[in-house]
């Protein structure tokens, strides 16, 4: 049996490497011409590892941690808010959140594919979706291609999602835009994790590799850029407290990625149609604010190649979708709602409910210190199928 993955990210690599060990002939057709992530660090929540387990490559992962100890959410002035300790979150979910750079994590996962899967340079351009007495076949710009299975795995803009639901509205503009960048790590204290002020949020995690991924975010027009996005980081959160205006002045302007938050906001009727599957963004694009879009992804494509499995026929693939759909849609859809609310949490534009916000998680702190971990439960506890 012979499967076609659109798209090498995250959701596209678990999906392609599960259906490759499943004895599937897997070809990952990608439209840029080199295997190079967008983005420049990720967490990899435990949720994220469980899939990975199923490939065998959880452990490999997590021997990319850079720390074990605790981490904060603080005000811009360096107040506390909130504290969460390492060994808590492990206790709770079996494993730490392992930040780490989005190349490292896609190494390890390509890595369990033979080189000659790739078919680069290839830009899809629609899909005939098949039925349970006929194949699929991809509409690209070299030619169709023919395959038994075929994922869409192509992202917020999918063209693939495009062809198979052409009455959904797509990726809406989430009102967020955000900034990547990868730094040295600053020399002096300080507790990763995110601080929040007003309608603003940076993010802190600092890597094995001696450098530091930071994020941040706030409310914007869409469409807009910057001619220094660096001055533009600065203008905006360049008097909140050590290290955020440090963690900018270090970065190079020329590697500061800038990019509008999109999200699927109408959830999709199915994730499926005839044989082919769509996953990741493409499915359930979600703002960061959870840090599940990766995570969800690989949720997705291990799933994928676990329900499909050591497939015989069309008609079984049809079937073994339609299960997909069932167990996968509801969660891609929930999975975007709380990202959603929890961007409204962290980014409040008003004074009276962001003062409330940071009471309520101080106390909760205090009298239930596990109440934000017990939160993350329908989020984090996920178990691979079968």
Do not use: C
Request: no cysteine; hydrophobic share 45%; aromatic share 6%.
């Amino acid at each position: 049996m012979k499967a076609i993955v659109v798209g090498a990210g995250f959701g596209g690599l678990t999906a392609a490497a599960g259906l490759f060990q499943r004895g599937w002939d897997v070809t990952v057709v990608e439209r840029a011409p080199e295997l190079r992530p967008v983005g420049s660090g990720l967490a990899v929540a435990p949720n994220g590892l469980r899939a990975l387990d199923t490939l065998g490559a959880g452990d490999t992962v997590r021997k990319l941690a850079a720390f074990q100890g605790d981490a904060a959410v603080t005000r811009s002035d360096g107040r506390l808010i909130a504290r969460t300790a390492s060994q808590a979150i492990i206790r709770r979910f079996g494993d730490a959140v392992i930040p780490a750079t989005r190349s490292s994590v896609m190494d390890v996962i390509s890595g369990l594919l033979p080189t000659d899967a790739f078919r680069l340079g290839v830009e899809a351009k629609g899909v005939e979706p098949g039925s349970a007495s006929q194949r699929p076949r991809l509409l690209t710009d070299s030619g169709p291609l023919e395959a038994d299975l075929i994922v869409a795995a192509d992202g917020v803009n999918s063209v693939l999602r495009k062809a198979l639901f052409p009455e959904h509205p797509g990726a809406v503009y989430s009102g967020i835009t955000a900034w990547r960048l990868l730094v040295p790590t600053p020399k002096g204290d300080f507790l990763p994790g995110e601080v929040w002020g007003g309608s603003k949020v940076f993010g802190i995690t600092p890597l094995v590799d001696g450098r530091t991924y930071a994020y941040a975010a706030d409310y914007a027009e869409p469409g807009i850029t910057y001619p220094d996005e660096k001055a533009e980081l600065l203008r905006r959160f360049g008097t909140w407290h050590f290290p955020v205006p440090q963690l900018i002045s270090a970065a190079d302007s020329e590697t500061v990625l800038h990019n509008d938050i999109y999200e699927i906001a109408k959830p999709l009727s199915a994730y499926h149609r005839g044989a082919v599957a769509i996953l990741g963004d493409a499915a359930h694009a979600m703002t960061p604010h959870l840090g599940q879009g990766a995570n969800q992804a690989m949720e997705d494509g291990v799933t994928l190649a676990a329900l499909v499995g050591p497939s015989k026929s069309s008609a079984e693939v049809v079937t073994a979708l339609a299960h997909y759909t069932a167990l996968r849609a509801p969660r891609g859809a929930d999975m975007v709602r709380r990202s959603h609310r929890m961007g409204a949490l962290t980014q409040s534009t008003s004074r009276p409910k962001e003062a409330l916000r940071n009471l309520g998680m101080r106390l909760a702190g205090r009298l239930v210190p596990d109440l934000a971990l017990r939160a993350m439960d329908p989020v984090v506890a996920w178990q691979p199928p079968r």
